[in-house]
């Protein structure tokens, strides 16, 4: 009889034991929120997407602004800017055409203009990836070639290759060769061949592979609007490596990713991840991230000289020479750039690029402007690059001018 109540009372204690040990912890006043508080917490929300083809001036604050999910961002586009360059590009009434401007230290985007008289409801030409990037692909050889320790001053003699370059140009032939120049003079003169030969003598597919990733190629571009990825295939086989790495190989490049890579160059190697975003209200921005070197100081510092080669002795010395003829705000500014030029076929479209940055000695901002023409010929990316840099120019001059005058009447005095 005792063994049974005292069977019943221990039966009694453990279930109690049991459901003591299964409530949750007790967390006092002021403690951090028990495990089965915390797994409720709503996860972090997405960021929102904004969108650009919405965009909108507005009269009161003189600022444009766009939706962005289920609020509205104040962007960082300059409007005066912006809207002189997108009246040349439509002036010019091209079939398709894109220009961007960019602070390379801050990332802040300060013009995206584009003008499609082919195709009038695109939208978005900045960040997509049509163009092939032609010659400007020689900016990625380049960082190549001096990483691997070639000096800009090393002379490569060569024959033939101004359109196309044909296997027998990659070999030596002093009969022919009668042409020299260093590798800045033929970044310059977008000098097919030198590439050509270099690449095919000191690269291979995974050194120029690496290159372009690292001015991201073939990964994505961090910005609040998607951006289509800029493509290029580096092929294994040696000739078809070497044309690859002229401009001739199947690389594509959008008008946003040209203006970083002259702001890469302009950073001394560093990307600063592009911006458009002022303030955002009521929707949920993404976090930008940090700036990272891509390419060695010294890379870097030897491209920005190789890269004025183009403004003083190169491809486009014939665009910016036109600025000393006459009052510019261009007149003492020292530019760097590469042109860029490739025709397809069927349908015939011909690709003009220019990407640079300015003034040399202290870059303030780097540009990109492709056009695409037909057998019409309406205008090359240097005169559009040009008068871009020159409306971006007096926007800076008036805006410098108007940060140092002196406030109240006396500031017609300085006039």
Same mark, same amino acid.
């Given at each position: 009889? $005792?063994?049974?109540?005292?069977?019943?009372?221990?039966?009694?204690? *453990?279930?109690?034991?049991?459901?003591?040990?299964?409530?949750?912890?007790?967390?006092?006043?002021?403690?951090?929120?028990?495990?089965?508080?915390?797994?409720?917490?709503?996860?972090?929300?997405?960021?929102?997407?904004?969108?650009?083809?919405?965009?909108?001036?507005?009269?009161?604050?003189?600022?444009?602004?766009?939706?962005?999910?289920?609020?509205?961002?104040?962007?960082?586009?300059?409007?005066?800017?912006?809207?002189? =360059?997108?009246?040349?590009?439509?002036?010019?009434?091209?079939?398709?055409?894109?220009?961007?401007?960019?602070?390379?230290? #801050?990332?802040?985007?300060?013009?995206?203009?584009?003008?499609?008289?082919?195709?009038?409801?695109?939208?978005?030409?900045?960040?997509?990836?049509?163009?092939?990037?032609?010659?400007?692909?020689?900016?990625?050889?380049?960082?190549?070639?001096?990483?691997?320790? !070639?000096?800009?001053?090393?002379?490569?003699?060569?024959?033939?290759?101004?359109?196309?370059?044909?296997?027998?140009?990659?070999?030596?032939?002093?009969?022919?060769?009668?042409? *020299?120049?260093?590798?800045?003079?033929?970044?310059?003169?977008?000098?097919?061949?030198? !590439?050509?030969?270099?690449?095919?003598?000191?690269?291979?597919?995974?050194?120029?592979?690496?290159?372009?990733?690292?001015?991201?190629? $073939?990964?994505?571009?961090?910005?609040?609007?998607? =951006?289509?990825? #800029?493509?290029?295939?580096?092929?294994?086989?040696?000739?078809?490596?070497?044309?690859?790495?002229?401009?001739?190989?199947?690389?594509?490049?959008?008008?946003?990713?040209?203006?970083?890579?002259?702001?890469? %160059?302009? $950073? @001394?190697?560093? !990307?600063?991840?592009?911006?458009?975003?002022?303030?955002?209200?009521?929707?949920?921005?993404?976090?930008?991230?940090?700036?990272?070197?891509?390419?060695?100081?010294?890379?870097?510092?030897?491209?920005?000289?190789?890269?004025?080669?183009? =403004?003083?002795?190169?491809?486009?010395?014939?665009?910016?020479?036109?600025?000393?003829?006459?009052? #510019?705000?261009?007149? #003492?500014?020292? %530019?760097?750039?590469?042109?860029?030029?490739?025709?397809?076929?069927?349908?015939?479209?011909?690709?003009?690029?220019?990407?640079?940055?300015?003034?040399?000695?202290?870059?303030?901002?780097? !540009?990109?402007?492709?056009?695409? $023409?037909?057998?019409?010929?309406?205008?090359?990316?240097?005169? =559009?690059?040009?008068?871009?840099?020159?409306?971006?120019?007096?926007?800076?001059? @008036?805006?410098?001018?108007?940060?140092?005058?002196?406030?109240?009447?006396?500031?017609?005095?300085?006039?």
């Amino acid at each position: 009889m $005792n063994r049974r109540r005292h069977a019943t009372w221990l039966i009694a204690a *453990c279930v109690a034991l049991f459901a003591f040990l299964a409530l949750p912890p007790f967390a006092a006043s002021g403690d951090a929120a028990s495990p089965a508080k915390a797994d409720k917490a709503e996860p972090a929300r997405p960021p929102d997407e904004l969108r650009l083809a919405e965009i909108a001036l507005d009269a009161e604050s003189e600022r444009y602004t766009a939706p962005m999910g289920a609020g509205r961002a104040v962007l960082t586009m300059v409007p005066r800017v912006q809207e002189r =360059v997108a009246k040349l590009l439509s002036d010019y009434r091209v079939p398709w055409a894109a220009a961007v401007l960019l602070e390379p230290a #801050s990332g802040r985007v300060l013009a995206m203009a584009e003008h499609s008289q082919r195709e009038p409801a695109s939208r978005g030409l900045s960040l997509q990836a049509r163009a092939p990037a032609a010659s400007v692909f020689k900016i990625v050889t380049s960082a190549a070639l001096l990483q691997r320790g !070639f000096e800009p001053d090393a002379e490569v003699c060569y024959h033939g290759g101004r359109h196309r370059v044909q296997r027998n140009n990659l070999a030596d032939d002093p009969r022919r060769d009668r042409t *020299c120049l260093s590798l800045a003079s033929a970044l310059g003169k977008s000098a097919n061949v030198v !590439f050509a030969k270099l690449a095919d003598r000191a690269l291979d597919a995974d050194l120029l592979r690496s290159s372009a990733q690292n001015l991201l190629f $073939n990964t994505p571009i961090p910005f609040p609007q998607p =951006v289509e990825m #800029s493509r290029a295939d580096i092929p294994e086989d040696p000739f078809a490596l070497a044309t690859t790495a002229a401009g001739f190989g199947a690389v594509r490049l959008s008008p946003l990713h040209g203006a970083l890579l002259a702001a890469i %160059v302009a $950073n @001394g190697g560093m !990307f600063v991840a592009p911006d458009v975003l002022a303030s955002v209200d009521g929707a949920v921005a993404p976090r930008r991230p940090e700036a990272r070197r891509v390419l060695d100081e010294r890379v870097a510092s030897e491209l920005a000289a190789m890269m004025r080669t183009t =403004v003083t002795e190169g491809t486009a010395r014939q665009f910016f020479r036109l600025k000393r003829s006459r009052r #510019s705000s261009l007149s #003492s500014l020292t %530019v760097a750039g590469k042109t860029g030029s490739l025709s397809e076929t069927g349908p015939y479209r011909d690709y003009s690029w220019f990407v640079g940055f300015a003034p040399v000695e202290h870059p303030q901002v780097a !540009f990109a402007v492709v056009v695409m $023409n037909d057998r019409s010929w309406r205008v090359k990316a240097p005169t =559009v690059a040009r008068a871009a840099l020159e409306a971006w120019a007096d926007w800076e001059w @008036g805006r410098l001018q108007a940060s140092a005058a002196p406030s109240g009447p006396s500031a017609l005095a300085t006039r």
